[in-house]
């Protein structure tokens, strides 16, 4: 097996399987549908990875955004119409209690409601938001009792011309190094990752799929730490905040991989591809194929 081979293997081992995706499309729509039996909801839509196709498998959850207004508003704390951001989340938290008073677990988030449903083996995050003036949602900051925008329509847009950009290849890589993320400590944020890809590849190039990996950790120790706001309204925080220890260990990780990824790359470019093969499975720590 080459190396191009092996990524190619990779990439289509970290879709969602075709009963996955079924399974996920009928339960999203039905959990959309029967909420809104209790819930004034004019509109819902999918947001996250899994609307914008970065989302690996093993699938986690779904994040739904439930539009609770009709005109946009001028938002401003407590809330619109007396409802404050705590309250928000309360009122999906007695929806789903309405609609599924045995087979689900609640659990009341900072931003949102996540919902675990018996027999399956995904959950969702629901997030009430209101449409904001001139544009984008409101959603609730239950920690700070405050309202914050957010655009899940601009960041699918931003996204979309970051992958054409780089032909299509943008997205697979993404998911690549979301699984190594994942494996390695999983102190990324997903969407965190997604925005440090989009910016890496506005100026590198992703030739293949092994040259793409190896660039993100070549340039990402200057991203980890820093802090790093939703590039649609520079108001919300999207990297996670780390103690001092495990941001040492991460990027001492980081290094040691980016080195690995040369290694490999070096080596694939000498005609071995075994050994390349190697180093990338020492980078992915298992899953990657031989």
Not at 11 to 28: F, G, H, I, N
Not at 77 to 90: E, I, N
Not at 173 to 193: A, C, G, P, Q
Not at 211 to 238: E, K, Q
């Amino acid at each position: 097996m080459t190396v191009s081979e092996a990524f190619a293997t990779f990439k289509s081992e970290l879709e969602l399987p075709d009963r996955v995706q079924q399974q996920a499309a009928t339960a999203q729509q039905q959990i959309r549908e029967q909420i809104s039996k209790y819930l004034f909801i004019p509109n819902s839509f999918l947001t996250g990875s899994y609307s914008r196709y970065t989302k690996i498998f093993p699938l986690n959850d779904i994040d739904v955004f439930l539009v609770r207004n009709e005109r946009r508003t001028g938002l401003a704390a407590p809330g619109t119409g007396g409802v404050y951001p705590g309250r928000a989340l309360d009122e999906v938290v007695e929806a789903v209690h309405k609609v599924y008073p045995a087979i689900a677990s609640i659990s009341k988030q900072n931003r949102s409601v996540n919902v675990q449903l018996q027999g399956l083996s995904f959950g969702f995050d629901l997030t009430p938001a209101w449409l904001r003036s001139p544009d984008g949602y409101w959603i609730p900051d239950a920690d700070t009792g405050n309202w914050i925008p957010s655009d899940p329509d601009a960041h699918a847009t931003r996204m979309t011309q970051a992958n054409e950009l780089n032909d299509g290849k943008l997205k697979p890589v993404i998911k690549m190094v979301k699984y190594w993320s994942r494996h390695n400590f999983d102190r990324l944020r997903s969407f965190h990752i997604e925005l440090i890809c989009a910016d890496i590849f506005r100026t590198e190039s992703i030739t293949n799929f092994q040259i793409g990996v190896a660039t993100f950790l070549v340039h990402l120790s200057p991203y980890v730490g820093r802090l790093m706001l939703d590039p649609v309204y520079n108001h919300t925080r999207v990297d996670k905040e780390l103690p001092a220890s495990e941001l040492s260990e991460l990027l001492l990780r980081i290094q040691s991989d980016a080195q690995r990824a040369v290694d490999a790359l070096k080596l694939e470019n000498g005609g071995y591809d075994n050994p390349a093969i190697e180093k990338w499975q020492e980078i992915f720590i298992y899953g990657f194929p031989k």
